[in-house]
């Protein structure tokens, strides 16, 4: 359709947001502005869930439950990661997906954003496929609902940017 412009956020396969925005398009040709406004969002965010250990704007589960973010390690794991590793929070052993996660490998142009959380194991703790331990599932890459909003916000001010001109 003339004049509509479809985004989609998919993280490991799965469609997080998808919004229809119509009119204007034609005064738009570079997002990459709106762009660089989520690759920050996606930091920031990022930043506040590893601080949380995943309860930030996590909303609620399918059930309509509070989702009171990633789920608890074991007791012995626990025990073990306290004394090897020290006082450290959900997700976080050396540091190193933390770090991939809030400053992920930014990839912008005019037409596209690509944001690549560069750790080996980052997609076991994001993936949905069954497992093959006993290690819950710790998806840290999902965007929340206030997140999608802010993105689309940057869109919209983007196309009204845009059409001012």
């Not at 229809?20 to 762009?35: E, I, R």
């Not at 037409?111 to 076991?124: D, E, G, N």
Request: proline letters at 6%; glycine letters at 6%; zero cysteines.
């Amino acid at each position: 359709m003339p004049g509509t412009l479809h985004f989609s956020f998919d993280i490991d396969g799965d469609r997080e947001v998808s919004v229809k925005l119509h009119g204007l398009m034609a005064a738009v040709t570079d997002f990459s502005p709106a762009f660089k406004v989520m690759a920050r969002d996606w930091s920031t965010t990022m930043a506040a869930k590893f601080a949380a250990s995943g309860d930030f704007e996590t909303g609620t589960d399918e059930e309509g439950n509070p989702n009171p973010g990633w789920a608890p390690l074991a007791p012995s794991y626990a025990a073990y990661k306290q004394r090897r590793f020290g006082n450290q929070p959900l997700l976080v052993r050396t540091g190193a997906l933390r770090q991939a996660a809030v400053n992920p490998r930014e990839v912008i142009t005019e037409t596209s954003l690509r944001l690549t959380v560069a750790s080996a194991y980052a997609l076991y703790h994001q993936s949905s496929r069954p497992r093959t331990s006993n290690l819950p599932r710790r998806a840290f890459a999902s965007l929340t609902a206030k997140q999608g909003g802010r993105w689309v916000r940057a869109v919209r001010e983007q196309i009204k940017k845009a059409a001012e001109k």
